[in-house]
């Protein structure tokens, strides 16, 4: 497993812990994966549904969507048609698509995942539903062997976040998704559950694609509009009181199931197993609104000025006109600050997660070093967990953003833009016509110092 660009040490697949300090597999025998058969053969007939007889069998192009049959029909990411999702699927209803990546094996373990969840760099979380200290119970990571040793045998799953920022097998799953814009993707929270583990029936704010990674999970959806909103009490976890699915499928490793924002779901372990969850960004307005604020400190400040013509016998009342007034400047603040600071939205939506900025490996690099090394062979890549996007700004330059820093590009390097933000790699063919303008070179020197971009020897 690569850390790749973070200050965190290599984690090992070996022993599932630190490179130089080889662990005891957390789950020990008890959990090992000799016993739980994690990287059994997918399942040719897994779709089965409990809420009575075969319905309707109905297709939409290369897939097929809440279907019942006997036969499995083969369909994958390979023949997905991305416009039809967008089109009838996103933000609007769930889809399950069965063996959407066919004999998927899983690239963690989860001794691994035990293992990044003891380091105190990743964040990580246990749900226990039962024999806790009450119902529902949540405990924040890190985590040791002995916490792991005195779980109970079922009703609980581990959590770890952002796993794709460590290990670059389970951030190449990405590439799966990139029929969506890359600043979109927020990152794959992995979850290891034993039979019966669960984080209860729940919403999310965001759209969120849920990888069968290995064993199986049942999931239940309820897609009715009119659900009952109300929490447990006494839990930290936002699980909803009342749950009452309409739709009820097992996924089998390489199933994905999509799940627009605020659909409840629930999802329950049969048996032990792993479940992937590639969750999108869902900024809120005011979030949004404060980064603006604070991008545009420097802009002239708008003052109110109240204009009256005819003296007033409401001493204290807040007149429409004044209120009007008011609202009015504040929308042209808020354009001017927009107009004026047309890089704020690059710089946020690339900006890591603290604790997750990039950090650069070795010594800074000169234009000399840069063109040396390149000559010699070295590869350049993007370092895990890198953000990066692009974008036309009103004077018809661009603008590049990673890691919440910004980069100008002339309007005819268009193409040395959509290279930078569209690759994971570089090679020598596409690198070879621009390495020698040193305004280019300048700025891929920028992004490897930053540890935005890595050097790999062959």
Not at 16 to 40: H, I, M, V
Not at 301 to 309: D, G, L, N, S
Not at 333 to 355: I, V
Not at 418 to 432: C, H, I, N, Y
């Amino acid at each position: 497993m690569q850390s790749g660009r973070r200050t965190v040490p290599r984690l090992d697949r070996e022993t599932g812990g630190r490179g130089s300090e080889p662990r005891k597999p957390a789950f020990g025998d008890k959990y090992g994966k000799d016993q739980t058969g994690f990287l059994r053969t997918p399942s040719q007939n897994g779709y089965r549904r409990t809420f009575g007889s075969v319905t309707n069998c109905f297709y939409l192009d290369y897939f097929i969507i809440f279907a019942e049959f006997s036969a499995m029909t083969e369909q994958n990411l390979a023949h997905f048609d991305a416009d039809d999702f967008l089109l009838n699927f996103w933000q609007k209803s769930p889809l399950l698509i069965r063996q959407a990546i066919p004999d998927f094996v899983c690239p963690l373990s989860p001794d691994e995942l035990a293992g990044l969840a003891c380091e105190d760099y990743s964040e990580s979380r246990l749900v226990l539903e039962k024999y806790g200290a009450k119902p529902w119970e949540l405990r924040h990571g890190p985590f040791t062997d002995e916490h792991f040793a005195a779980l109970p045998d079922t009703h609980w799953t581990l959590l770890v976040q952002d796993v794709d920022k460590y290990d670059a097998d389970v951030n190449a799953l990405l590439d799966y998704f990139r029929f969506l814009p890359s600043w979109l993707l927020d990152d794959i929270m992995v979850s290891y559950a034993v039979t019966e583990g669960s984080v209860g029936p729940h919403t999310d704010q965001y759209d969120v694609f849920l990888l069968q990674a290995s064993g199986q999970r049942r999931w239940q959806v309820d897609r009715s509009t009119d659900y009952d909103r109300t929490s447990l009490h006494d839990t930290d976890l936002n699980i909803l009181q009342q749950f009452s699915p309409t739709d009820e499928w097992t996924l089998e490793p390489g199933d994905i199931l999509y799940l627009p924002p605020g659909t409840p779901h629930h999802g329950m372990a049969v048996g032990e197993c792993m479940t992937f969850s590639v969750g999108l960004r869902a900024p809120e307005a005011t979030q949004l609104i404060d980064e603006l604020l604070q991008d545009g400190m420097d802009i002239e400040p708008t003052f109110f000025r109240e204009v009256k013509t005819n003296a007033t016998d409401c001493h204290g009342e807040i007149s429409i006109d004044s209120r009007d007034s008011i609202y009015r400047m504040l929308k042209q603040h808020l354009t001017q600050l927009m107009q004026a600071s047309d890089e704020w939205l690059g710089k946020y939506l690339t900006r890591p997660k603290p604790g997750l900025e990039p950090v650069q490996s070795g010594d800074p690099i000169d234009i000399a070093g840069l063109r040396s090394r390149y000559r010699a062979g070295d590869r350049l890549h993007i370092a895990l967990g890198t953000r990066i996007a692009w974008a036309k700004a009103d004077d018809g330059n661009y603008r590049l953003f990673a890691d919440g820093n910004r980069f100008n590009f002339a309007a005819p390097q268009l193409d040395q833009v959509r290279l930078l933000g569209m690759a994971k790699e570089f090679t020598q063919p596409q690198l070879d016509q621009w390495i020698d303008s040193d305004r280019f070179a300048s700025i891929l020197i920028a992004l490897i110092n930053q540890g935005s971009i890595q050097f790999e020897s062959p």
